[in-house]
């Protein structure tokens, strides 16, 4: 059984959208990144960069302990490669994967996740015009890539549909909260429109942790501590004893 501690984001929904193609079982453990579960203790054994989702697969292949996996782009792999299928075994096709899920994690990503950082604070902190624009623009440029991508290909990794495409869709659904027009990139569209048919990529984007907060409800107080969790973090200390020679 796969436990997935999850918040549902894009990073979230990667690997629910996977489970969910799979059809394999898969239980949910809300980590509520607004309160501040990736940072406990218990998490960081699993997910020692303090960022959900994480795994723990309690029946790995080998037949051994559990195993915790963290990243999304690691989990999404783990479990293509032990379920054996939308990760292709042939060395030129699961090269072009890997690509792509290196791709997505370096760049589509954090690109996209700070176009919409710089884009939902205003001007709270000041005159972000100059990273809006920075960030916007990147996130077009990787629009681009992925049209250009898929001028002549079905799927970005080729004729089979992959974790390439499971990784990279869901920072793709917010393009008008991103500042994009999709009408420039028609081959992305249609790649886009094909996936979101797709009941098992509907399911995946469904899955919740639990109902919904109202944000607004919240005191001020809360509403500080949640912001001083969520940015701007520096070095966590690491703990005395630890191993200084070898």
Request: contains cysteine; hydrophobic residues 35%; glycine residues 8%.
């Amino acid at each position: 059984m796969i436990h997935l501690h999850y918040w549902p984001t894009p990073n979230g929904k990667k690997v629910t959208i996977l489970l969910e193609e799979l059809g394999i079982p898969y239980t949910i453990v809300p980590c509520n990144i607004g309160k501040g579960d990736q940072f406990k203790d218990e998490f960081l054994k699993i997910g020692p960069n303090n960022r959900m989702p994480a795994i723990v697969d309690d029946a790995p292949a080998d037949g051994g302990a559990p195993i915790a996996v963290f990243e999304s782009g690691a989990i999404m792999m783990y479990i293509a490669d032990k379920e054996e299928r939308f990760y292709p075994p042939e060395l030129r096709k699961r090269t072009e994967v890997n690509q792509w899920v290196f791709w997505q994690m370096a760049n589509q990503g954090p690109k996209s996740g700070e176009c919409g950082h710089f884009r939902r604070l205003g001007d709270r902190q000041g005159d972000q015009s100059y990273a809006v624009r920075r960030f916007t623009d990147e996130v077009n440029r990787l629009y681009g890539v992925l049209n250009n991508r898929l001028y002549d290909r079905r799927y970005i990794a080729g004729d089979e549909y992959t974790i390439a495409d499971m990784i990279s869709y869901p920072w793709t659904v917010n393009w008008q909260g991103q500042g994009q027009d999709i009408s420039e990139f028609k081959y992305f569209k249609r790649w886009l429109d094909e996936l979101s048919a797709r009941p098992a990529v509907q399911r995946g984007l469904a899955v919740s942790a639990g109902p919904p907060e109202d944000l607004d409800s919240l005191p001020q107080e809360e509403k500080d501590r949640r912001a001083k969790l969520l940015y701007n973090h520096r070095a966590r200390p690491a703990p005395e004893g630890g191993l200084l020679t070898l």
